[in-house]
């Protein structure tokens, strides 16, 4: 491989991981049985606002929340 295919290997790599991290809540509020609505305040907050970081630690907290 070149240099520059190893380059962009790293960075779709690394947004494969950044996906995963932002969706992370969403999942677990699927996992954890939250009704519909519940799940889309969560995935909205975790899209709009996940980029912040208190936005995306308070969306995973409702979805993980009982």
């Not at 932002?22 to 606002?49: H, Q």
């Amino acid at each position: 491989m070149t240099p520059e295919q190893i380059l962009i290997a790293k960075y779709i790599a690394a947004a494969i991981v950044f996906v995963i991290i932002t969706l992370a809540p969403a999942y677990l509020a699927a996992k954890n049985g939250k009704d519909k609505f519940m799940a889309l305040r969560i995935r909205v907050a975790s899209w709009l606002f996940g980029w912040t970081g208190i936005g995306w630690l308070l969306a995973l907290f409702w979805a993980v929340k009982k």
